[in-house]
């Protein structure tokens, strides 16, 4: 089972819409990442969130983090082309192997002109 | 700061072919790095971690002796695909971090290997 649960799997949305994209996991964790990764580049670190119920704001995107840091979204206002991409949550998780960010599969975003 | 430059950013080459991906830490010196695989549609999923002057510690199920990793030096890590296959074909990135696992990570602009 996979250990970060992203939803929805595919978004295709018009320009100006709001939109929430979704991380959840049964298990509980010190600190949750966001990322955005485009076609044929690597990830880039949008935030991180520490504390349960911690709102953080990025121009128009808002992360939260659940209270008992299980879960965590990701809302856009007024979505723009340019938040086109993969947006992927990602965790500092050992479980039965090494300690390593595992990464959910992510939300592919198509912000529509 | 923290640029992580990855080359190439595509291959493509005939099965059986050994291929060496490049990834270099530009502005910072990397104690660790990183190599994740990411199949189309899939996560990134960690393969190995190789700190500077050690031997790669590779995940379960990923073969050493067919992704040789290098990590000669605190800006420069290599990972060599050796005798590379189909099924192979795959989007490699590096990332680096200045400490243990748990530092941030900075992530490379990945490599698109294709094998026919």
């Known amino acids: 089972t996979q250990l970060l649960e992203q939803s929805p799997q595919f978004l295709s949305i018009q320009e100006g819409e709001n939109l929430t994209v979704y991380c959840n996991s049964s298990?509980?964790?010190?600190?949750l990442q966001w990322y955005r990764q485009e076609p044929g580049e690597g990830p880039v670190l949008l935030v991180t969130v520490v504390t349960g119920g911690e709102v953080k704001k990025l121009k128009r995107l808002t992360f939260q983090f659940g209270d008992a840091r299980k879960d965590s979204s990701l809302h856009i206002t007024a979505a723009q082309p340019g938040d086109t991409g993969l947006y992927l949550c990602a965790v500092y998780y050992s479980g039965a192997g090494s300690y390593q960010l595992t990464f959910g599969k992510g939300t592919k975003l198509s912000v529509i002109p | 700061g923290a640029v992580v430059s990855q080359h190439p950013s595509r291959v493509i080459c005939k099965s059986g072919t050994s291929v060496k991906i490049e990834c270099r830490s530009l502005d910072f010196q990397a104690t660790t790095m990183f190599w994740y695989r990411q199949f189309p549609k899939q996560s990134l999923m960690l393969m190995a971690t190789s700190n500077e002057g050690s031997k790669a510690t590779y995940e379960q199920g990923v073969e050493k002796d067919k992704f040789l990793i290098n990590h000669a030096s605190l800006t420069l890590s290599t990972l060599t695909v050796t005798s590379a296959h189909p099924e192979d074909s795959s989007f490699y990135i590096c990332s680096a971090s200045r400490g243990p696992s748990n530092q941030p990570q900075h992530f490379g602009d990945g490599t698109r290997l294709s094998i026919l």
């Open positions: 298990s509980v964790f010190s600190s």
